[in-house]
């Protein structure tokens, strides 16, 4: 069984090219997906993922606020905001939040979702 990852993202779009990402990382198998901060909360307990990619943009409950409330429920879960925003101020923001990591849309990949994982996880 390989890290459980629940993917948050308001574009079906994204959650289908999250999903094949993690479907092709070795050692990574989708959990769930939702499109809301409220669901990811939900989910988040009810799942009990290992790792959630979570959007920064959302409708209602925003990533960052979703993830604080995550963090303090499931304490074990990494959280790994993504954004096609600004590196810098998402960075910030990530830190803030109680994020492990920021890793940007436009560079996603088996590769990056590896990477970031063995740093938040050795971490932990």
């Not at 290992?50 to 959007?55: V, Y």
């Not at 960075?91 to 890793?103: I, P, Q």
Request: net charge negative; proline share 5%.
């Amino acid at each position: 069984m390989g890290v459980r990852v629940l993917i948050v993202d308001d574009l079906a779009s994204f959650r289908s090219a999250a999903r094949a990402v993690v479907q092709s990382t070795p050692g990574f198998e989708v959990a769930g997906e939702v499109a809301s901060g409220e669901e990811s909360i939900d989910q988040a307990r009810a799942l009990r993922p290992q790792l959630i990619l979570m959007d920064v943009s959302l409708p209602g409950i925003d990533g960052p606020e979703a993830t604080r409330r995550i963090r303090a429920d499931v304490p074990s879960a990494v959280v790994m905001l993504l954004s096609a925003r600004d590196p810098d101020d998402v960075s910030a923001m990530a830190a803030d939040c109680g994020a492990a990591a920021y890793l940007a849309k436009s560079t996603f990949s088996s590769e990056s979702l590896a990477r970031a994982w063995a740093v938040a996880s050795e971490g932990a």
